[in-house]
Every structure is written in C-alpha cells, then in structure tokens.
C-alpha cells in the first residue's frame, strides 16, 4: 500500500503563485511514477505533471512553463509549484502514484483561483 498526503490547495489571485505538497509514505520503493492531475467541476481529470524513477518529467500542455514539479527524496514528497495562475487552474488537484500493481491517488486539495 502507498499513503498519499496533500497540501498547499486554498485561494489565491489571477498571477499569483502556490505551491502543493505531496508526502508519500507505506511502499514507496515500488512507485515508478508519481505527480499531479486535475479535475475541474463537470470536466474528466487531465495530467498535471509527472515524473518517472528516471527522472523524465512530463507536463500537460497547459501547464509548461508555469507549473514545475520537483522532489524532496529524503522526505518523499513531491512539490507541485505552480505561477502565472489563471482563472482556468481552478480545480481539485489530486496527487497520484503509479506502482507496478495499482495506481494510489490523493484525497484531493482545492486550488481555485478568483479575484
């Protein structure tokens, strides 16, 4: 089993900048992939970021060049830092893991994005 941890969701203004937390914890050794969707209300859940035990990152169209995901190994948690935040990145963002058995996913955080 893999425990994903969320942080960092909450408000903020058009331009502005947050950054989410991710801890993982349980069998961490097993995960190949790990990083971020999203899921805006009546709209399917679209990749984030992600990035392999490689180290090969790869970003949803939307987000290159704002968003920038990076990882803390000794306290296995993944940051999601995200700028130039647009009306449009309101949503639930979910932190997700890939292990060769099962996909784990995050409880969620809020991310919206209002003057």
């Known amino acids: 089993q893999v425990q994903l941890v969320e942080s960092g969701g909450g408000l903020v203004q058009p331009g502005g900048s947050l950054r989410l937390s991710c801890s993982a914890s349980?069998?961490?050794?097993?995960?190949?992939?790990m990083g971020w969707y999203r899921q805006a209300p009546g709209k399917q859940r679209d990749l984030v970021a992600i990035?392999?035990?490689?180290?090969?990152?790869v970003y949803g169209d939307s987000m290159k060049g704002r968003f920038t995901l990076s990882s803390d190994d000794s306290k296995n948690t993944t940051y999601l830092q995200m700028t130039s935040l647009k009306s449009e990145d309101t949503a639930v963002y979910y932190c997700?893991?890939?292990?060769?058995?099962?996909?784990?996913w995050g409880q969620g955080t809020q991310v919206t994005v209002s003057s």
């Open positions: 997700y893991a890939e292990t060769p058995f099962r996909p784990y």
């Open positions: 349980g069998l961490i050794f097993s995960i190949n992939r």
């Open positions: 990035v392999t035990r490689g180290g090969r990152t």
